[in-house]
């Protein structure tokens, strides 16, 4: 389920937030008393301002990958936060051929560089995808992708094509939105949200969507059939007054 947030929410397999003033404290995906390790990807395209991603000032990662350009991204948040937070990538993937300034790659040599040739198979947000699954084997696992936004819509189209396939982010980080997967028995609480901000459910296993719901205007059950089950939903009038978080559980689907 894809939720989005933001002046504009969507959920179903995924949560998307488009909105910029809920507090990071929104969204507890609960996976029971395991500890979850966070794992980083930054890649190319368009990417939220470091000042104004909370969710990355939040958190800590436990490894940092760039793919191809993402690499400029790491430099970015890496001025912004300081070394302390971000030192040196742990791997840098892709065909290398976007990344602006060709120097980083040698100022992280420390880093693991795996690159591949122009002529793959996969995009090289795809392979650092395809590695964060790999890593931390047997352990639980929350990816998060910064960047892939903007541009032309055939590149969208692709990246949101990921989360129906079996290396999706649990997070992506996009300008103004916060996008979740809430995949079957998955939860989440959203915090804080105001009576303009909207959220919509997005199906991603074609009608497999179940969803419950407790806050919202329009209740789970009250969902549509189709890609997109409920669009511009919003807290319920009673939730907002009392300061009630939002409370969604994937029933069934992604």
Partial sequence: SLKILAKSVSFCGMLRQLFKNIVESEYHKRTGNAIMK?????????????????????????????????LDVFECYKKYFGEKKFYCPDIIIGDMDSVSDKSLIDKYNTSVLKKYSHYKDYSDTELALMEAKNIFPGEKKNVVLLGASGGRIDHFLHVYSMFSRDFFPDVWLTPGMKSFVLCEKQSCRIHALSIEDRISFLD??????????QGLEWEGDRFMGGLVPSLSNRVSDSNYRNSKPVEVTVESGR
């Fill in 38 to 70: 966070n794992v980083l990807i930054f890649t190319g395209g368009e990417y939220p301002n470091p000042d104004e991603c909370p969710y990355i000032s939040d958190n800590s990662f436990d490894f940092v990958l760039c793919a191809d350009s993402g």
């Fill in 204 to 213: 991603l296993e074609c009608g497999m969507l179940s969803v419950r719901s």
